[in-house]
């Protein structure tokens, strides 16, 4: 069991620069694929980036690589996704999950957080 406790949105102009984190209980963190997804409204949940359970692969959804960094410290049993260059279409709520599975889809993922606001003002 892994409970997901996601903390770091808010508001932000455009251009700007958010870091959303993901704090993770349970030992067994470090086997778990992280991913970030989000939903904006009115939209579908969909998938942001993922990274494997030991940091090496890391994937990005093409409406966020090159702007988007997710990373993550077992060590502290937490994943970070780091995003600049923010446009108003980035506006969602956006959710950490894990998953025994490297995948894309939220079908994958076995535990979810709530969930924290990202506002981007044009």
């Known amino acids: 069991q892994v409970q997901l406790v996601e903390s770091g949105g808010g508001l932000v102009q455009a251009g700007g620069s958010l870091r959303v984190s993901c704090a993770a209980s349970g030992r067994t963190f470090s086997i778990y694929t992280m991913g970030w997804f989000r939903q904006a409204p009115g939209k579908e949940r969909e998938f942001v980036a993922r990274?494997?359970?030991?940091?090496?692969?890391?994937d990005y959804a093409d409406s966020v690589k090159g702007r988007f960094t997710i990373s993550r410290d077992n060590a502290k049993n937490t994943v970070f996704l780091q995003m600049n260059s923010l446009k108003p279409e980035d506006t969602a709520v956006y959710y950490c999950?894990?998953?025994?599975?490297?995948?894309?889809?939220?079908?994958?993922?076995?535990?979810w957080g709530q969930g924290t606001q990202v506002t981007v003002s044009s």
């Open positions: 990274i494997s359970w030991n940091g090496a692969r890391t």
């Open positions: 999950a894990a998953g025994l599975a490297y995948g894309t889809r939220a079908a994958e993922y076995n535990y």
